[in-house]
Each structure stands twice: as structure tokens, then as C-alpha cells.
């Protein structure tokens, strides 16, 4: 084997830091001296975990690709941090245990700082602070493959009731194609009660076989992964679990997300029994397979009903007909009788949608029971009242029982402005199921979440901070098995009571909460998340009320800042970084003004089912949301942790920066630059990005370049360090 520089095989483990890098192999030079052979190819990444009360098991399975015409060695990274408690890494190559030697965050550094030098690419210093264990790969045959299994074990800290985990599928540097395959599954036991599953990264499936036990799996093809798998768990004794992570930006600004979720396993006297209304419309447009998922739909539900439950049906067209002229009990004979109903439901006629809606709400009374009506329609108003403003008026005046109204539009042919307000006027939600989707499985998959009320009237109130700018403003019913994520803004720190109030069968419920309003670094995700859904409530405002030019400044603003490209502001993507945001704001006018004016069709259906992702979102977009809300990836944006650069021209450029004052030059890969580096090892994310960055630090503003200062006295860098 190959001795001198890159002899040795790094593996990189890293959890409960900014960032976690999954393993990489940088090809070795044949000579000393020589060029670097090109990077291989990763052709699938297959992780899986076991965490057993906070210990977690993790196993990697990898198999690289060498593209090159010959033989070669390779340095495999993966790096340690200083938080990371490990009790065993081993790995496996072609059957045979390597073995290896951990490494100390020093002699890590001096690595990745030869390797940046020679090779003139500064992608691996986003590793800079961390430690390594290292090994050798030799041979990686030409044309041929490697497979690297990896095994380590951990103790995964507990705080605040919250568990952490993270795994990076950071491997878009360093793979020469997309993988294959890449899946994550994460298998989770606990003697405490599992509460919130949750993930800010991925979008998991989530099994919860009962209060203890959790399977959650992230499966994506053809993909070239970027960004940290993280995974948030909460544990909890209590009925319905509360749990905080907290976090204060540079200029000490509180961002939090408040997790809530009850038990898997809830007694039955603590679920509640509803009153519940189905209106299906059977205009003449939903002739064919649209009455028949829907019919299908429709008897999923009944046949879901709970004992204790209360409910009807309406059948509308032009005409309205009733399965029975008042609530009746969930019985086995009442719910025989109305899948008769249903099945005998046909498609013909105008659609009435006023006097549907006010026919379900005077059959409901106030009671002690919750009470939820679902709608589902694929028409506009076109029979009795057809003006949208009087539609809204009438069910607000007769909804005296504070009835949710869960709205489903079918197709394009439905006024979206109407349906939404309909469902935010009355506590529930609107949803759109396209022509290309089934009806069945959506209102199926619908109902299935909201079978079980538990709390409903839900409300926060907090004692010892001021919090403000929650999103959602109006906190929905808790549900069994539900998992609410409330994003919000808050000043002070410290030791907090938090009250969760709900009504449950007539009689308020209570939880107290003792949590600590402490910012944590590595809840750096927050900030863009809560800036995720503000920019959802705020189009949201603006489609539903009209134009303030006040709400178009924030969208704007919020969009520069964080990198959240909507369809309104996508305009930033080419605009001039030095542009201030005021600058920025007719276009968006202009823009917005075109576009929510819309109200029907295919437009206006993909304009509301894309602002509901931005109004509910688990996780912030990495990319632009396209008209059917499918994240394209931008790649002139990058969010590392809590900031956004543009990229102009190749210039890599921090979004805070102004362009007010002129930037400090420091020459890339000199001896300045690594200087800054060893002081500042946290930066060494922004210079990850490429050749030329410019980045605040404090007040001050650093460009990388071609040009600049090579060396600082220690005066000059304590000086520029300290702001």
C-alpha cells in the first residue's frame, strides 16, 4: 500500500453539530505532486438506526464507483465532532474489518487544509472544525466497485424531553453522478412515551406501532443528496406532550418551534365523540369516476364512525336531499341505512352550495360534542345564491355551534377564494384534489386524522416571555395521533410556564408545562421556518383581502432574507444583490397583483394547494415551489444554517450584505485565509461554497477572491475577529 499523504482511510462521524457528514472518498494522487484522479461516483447510501433509549446504533452501507480507466487508492472522510460520545466505529471493506485511528480536531484540520491546498477546492472545509477516524482503501478497481459497510454507536443526549439525531446525506460534492438510491430508516424504542416524530430536512413516513416503538423512513432515487438528515423525537409522561427548541439569531432576535402532540394509545374516555356532517355534491360535472371516488370516500368514513358519534348526510345538486332530517346515532342499522343512501347518490343537475351549506348548519346545535362538517364539491355557486360575499355571510350567521367546516375542491372548475375563506371563516382547512388525483384516497386519508378529537378550542398562553407572531395564528384541534408544530417569535429567555387549554366534551382541560426559553445554536432551522409559513399567511392575506403594500414590503423582505422563493418573488433569483428590498417591491406588486386575481381553474387551484405547503410547512423549501408545489431546486440559492447567498456572476454573496461599505479582500488559500479559518473554524461552511464569497462577519464584510491581503499580523486578525 501507498504511504505518504492520503495513506490513510478517514471516516467522518459527526452528530449534534451544524454539520454531519455522511462518508466520502477523495481519490489520492498517484504521485505526490500529481493531479487528483476524478471523484468517483456514489451509487447508493443506505443507513439504518437503531435508538434504543438514546443509544443509537447506526449502520452504513455505501458503494462507490470508480469511473477511472485504472486502478486507485482513496481517502474515505468522515468526521468527528467534539460532542460526539461514541462506543464503538468500526468499518468493512470487501468483508475485512479496517481498522482505524480517531484523530483530534487539530490534526483533522491540518488535513483537510493540505487537501484543500493542493487541490485548490475549498468543498471540504465546512468539515474544518470537527475531528476525524482514519483509514485506507486500496485497491478501488478500474470500472469497478467498493463497497463500505460502517457501524458506530452513540449516546444521544436528552433535553428538555427532545432527542436529536443527525445524519448527513452531504454527499453532492463529492459524488461524479446522482445516487442511485438513498434511504435512511430509523427504528425507535423508548421506556418513556413517545410523543412528536418530526423531522425540519426530509419528508419521513412516520409508523407509530403504540407509545413506545416508531419506524421512521426517508426513500428518494435518482438524487444527489445536500443537506443534514435530522431527526427530532420528544418523549413525555404527560396526556399531550410539549416540547421547545428555541433559537436567537446574530442580533439576538428569538425564533422558537413548540411541538405538541398527545399519546398513540388514548383511553377511550379521553377521545371525544363528534357531531359530524358530509354535503357531497352530485352536480352533473361529477359524473364518472369523480362520483365514484367519491361515493368510495364517502363510505370509508362512514364505516369509520366512532361509537358515541353523531352525523347525516346531504346530497346536493340543484336540489338538496337529506339522509335524515336531523343528526342521527353512528349505529350499525343508521350507518346500513346510509351507505344506501350513498350508493343511490347520482350526478345530475346545477350546484347549489348556499342552501347545501345552511341546510348542515341548522341541523347542527350547540352541544358538548364537537362538530365538523366536509364538503366536498367540484363547482361553482350556479343555482340560488351565486354572489361569494353573501354565501360567506349566511354560514357565518347561522355557524352558532362554531362548526369546522373542512372543505374538499374537486377539480378546477371550483372557486378557490370562496372555499378557502369558507374553511378559515370556520376553523377548518380547504384542500384540492387535482384531476390527475384520487378523491378516495385523500378524503380517506383526511378523515382517518381527524376521527379521534381530543382537544378542540386550543390555546397557548406563555408566563416569564413575550412571544408573538405565532403561525398558525388559530391553533387546530389536537387529534389522536396528530403532531402540531407552532412556529413563533419571542424576546427575554429563560424559565417559562406554558398552558395549554382545550375543551373536551363541555369542560375546559388544562396542561402546564415548565420549559426553557434557552436559544441553542443547532436549532439554527427555525428562523427560515417560521419565515416559511409568515410568507404563506401573508399571500395568503393578500389573495384573500386585497392588495397592501405593507404586506408586499414583508414578503419581499422576508424572501431576500431567508432565500424563500415564491412564484411572486422568483425575480430575486437574477436580481442585484445590492438591491434593498423597497427597491424590490413593485415588481412584486406587479406580480402578485397578475396572479391572485385569479380565482378559478387550473391556476388558482395550484396557487392555493402551494400556499397552504408555505402556510403548514414541517420543513422550509431549499428550492422554488412550482405550480404544483413541487420543490425545484435553485442553485444561485444556498441556506447554510441561518443564512442566505445569492449566487452573482460566480460571487457567492451573504443576503445581508448591502454593498454599503466596501468588504475586506482576503486572497483564497492564503496564508491569511487559513489564518482566519483556524480562528474562525464555524466559517469554514461559507467558504465551502466556492472560490468567491463575500460574508458578514459581525459589521464587517469578508470577499474571498483572487485578490486580497496573504497574511495578517496576530494585531490585524484580533482586530478584524473582534468586529
Known amino acids: 500500500m501507498k504511504r505518504g499523504f492520503g495513506a490513510s482511510l478517514i471516516l467522518v462521524l459527526f452528530f449534534c453539530a451544524n454539520v454531519w457528514a455522511d462518508g466520502f472518498i477523495i481519490p489520492v494522487p498517484p504521485r505526490p505532486d500529481g493531479p487528483f484522479p476524478p471523484n468517483l461516483s456514489i451509487k447508493y447510501h443506505h443507513v439504518d438506526i437503531k435508538i434504543d433509549n438514546q443509544v443509537a446504533q447506526t449502520t452504513v452501507d455505501q458503494v462507490f464507483v470508480n469511473n477511472y480507466h485504472r486502478d486507485i487508492e482513496g481517502t474515505y472522510i468522515f468526521p468527528i465532532p467534539k460532542d460526539a460520545s461514541i462506543s464503538k466505529f468500526s468499518m468493512f471493506v470487501r468483508g475485512e474489518e479496517i481498522k482505524g485511528k480517531i484523530l483530534d480536531k487539530d490534526e483533522a484540520r491540518k488535513i483537510y487544509q493540505d487537501i484543500v491546498r493542493r487541490k485548490r477546492d475549498p468543498a471540504l472545509l465546512e468539515y474544518f472544525k470537527d475531528g476525524m477516524f482514519k483509514a485506507s482503501v486500496y485497491p478501488i478497481p478500474a470500472h469497478g466497485e467498493t463497497r463500505i459497510k460502517l457501524y458506530y454507536s452513540e449516546i444521544l443526549k436528552l433535553n428538555g424531553g427532545i432527542c436529536g439525531y443527525r445524519y448527513t446525506l452531504n454527499t453532492e460534492k463529492f459524488s461524479k453522478d446522482p445516487l442511485q438510491s438513498v434511504k435512511v430508516t430509523v427504528k425507535i424504542n423508548s421506556k418513556t412515551p413517545i410523543k412528536t416524530i418530526y423531522s425540519p430536512t426530509h419528508n419521513i413516513r412516520i409508523e407509530k406501532q403504540d407509545d413506545h416503538h416508531a419506524t421512521v423512513t426517508y426513500v428518494e432515487e435518482n438524487t444527489r443528496p445536500d443537506k443534514d438528515f435530522l431527526l427530532y423525537y420528544t418523549v413525555s409522561e404527560d396526556d399531550v406532550g410539549f416540547n421547545l427548541l428555541p433559537y436567537e439569531d446574530e442580533k439576538h432576535q428569538g425564533y422558537f418551534l413548540a411541538m405538541i402532540s398527545p399519546r398513540v394509545k388514548v383511553p377511550a374516555d379521553k377521545t371525544l365523540s363528534k357531531n359530524i356532517l358530509f354535503i357531497l355534491d352530485t352536480s352533473g360535472s361529477m359524473k364518472g369516476e369523480k362520483i365514484k371516488q367519491a361515493k368510495g370516500a364517502l363510505s370509508f368514513c362512514l364505516n369509520s364512525l366512532n361509537e358515541g358519534d353523531s352525523f347525516n348526510l346531504i346530497d346536493f345538486d340543484d336540489q338538496i336531499r337529506s339522509f335524515k332530517t336531523e343528526l342521527v346515532p353512528a349505529g350499525q342499522k343508521n ?143 389536537i387529534f389522536k395521533g396528530s403532531q402540531l408544530l407552532v412556529l413563533g417569535r419571542f424576546k427575554n429567555e429563560g424559565d417559562t410556564k406554558v398552558t395549554l387549554t382545550g375543551s373536551a366534551q363541555g369542560s375546559v382541560r388544562k396542561f402546564n408545562y415548565q420549559v426553557n426559553f434557552l436559544p441553542d445554536e443547532k436549532n439554527d432551522f427555525v428562523p427560515r421556518l417560521w419565515a416559511t409559513r409568515r410568507i404563506g399567511y401573508l399571500i395568503d392575506q393578500l389573495r384573500l383581502h386585497g392588495k397592501n403594500k405593507e404586506l408586499v414590503e414583508e414578503v419581499v423582505r422576508l424572501s431576500k432574507k431567508y432565500g424563500i422563493i415564491t412564484e411572486y418573488t422568483s425575480f430575486l433569483v437574477d436580481a442585484d ?21 385569479v380565482e378559478v381553474g387550473a391556476g388558482a387551484v395550484d396557487q392555493a394547494k402551494t400556499l397552504g405547503i408555505y402556510k403548514k410547512a414541517m420543513q422550509a423549501p431549499q428550492g422554488y415551489l412550482d405550480a404544483e408545489g413541487k420543490e425545484q431546486k435553485i442553485n444561485k440559492i444556498v441556506q447554510i444554517g441561518n443564512r442566505t447567498f445569492f449566487n452573482k456572476d460566480g460571487l457567492w454573496v451573504d443576503s445581508r450584505f448591502e454593498g454599503k461599505t466596501e468588504p475586506i479582500k482576503i486572497k483564497k488559500f492564503s496564508d491569511a485565509y487559513f489564518k482566519l479559518l483556524n480562528k474562525l473554524p464555524q466559517i469554514g461552511r461559507f467558504l465551502a461554497l466556492g472560490d468567491e464569497v463575500i460574508f458578514l462577519l459581525g459589521e464587517k464584510a469578508i470577499q474571498i477572491g483572487d485578490v486580497g491581503k496573504t497574511d495578517f499580523t496576530p494585531s490585524e486578525l484580533n482586530s478584524l475577529i473582534r468586529g
Open 335 to 477: 350507518i346500513k341505512e346510509a351507505l344506501s343512501f350513498v350508493e343511490g347518490c347520482e350526478a345530475d343537475g346545477g350546484t347549489n352550495i348556499n342552501e347545501a351549506l345552511q341546510t348542515a348548519l341548522k341541523q347542527i346545535e350547540e352541544s358538548k360534542k364537537p362538530s365538523f362538517v366536509i364538503f366536498l364539491t367540484d363547482g361553482l355557486p350556479t343555482v340560488g345564491e351565486t354572489d361569494i360575499r353573501n354565501i360567506l355571510e349566511n354560514v357565518k350567521r347561522l355557524n352558532r355551534s362554531q362548526t369546522r367546516i373542512f372543505v374538499f375542491g374537486v377539480g378546477y372548475d371550483v372557486n378557490t377564494r370562496l372555499l378557502d375563506r369558507l374553511a378559515q371563516d370556520n376553523h377548518g382547512t380547504s384542500d384540492y384534489v387535482r384531476p390527475s388525483e384520487d378523491i378516495e384516497v385523500k378524503v380517506a386519508s383526511f378523515y382517518k386524522k381527524v376521527s379521534h378529537p381530543i382537544l378542540t378550542d386550543v390555546k397557548l398562553s406563555f408566563k416569564g416571555v413575550e412571544v408573538y407572531d405565532l403561525y398558525p395564528q388559530e391553533l387546530p384541534d
Open 577 to 597: 444583490y445590492r438591491l434593498a428590498a423597497r427597491d424590490l417591491v413593485p415588481q412584486a406588486e406587479g406580480n402578485l397583483r397578475g396572479k391572485l386575481k
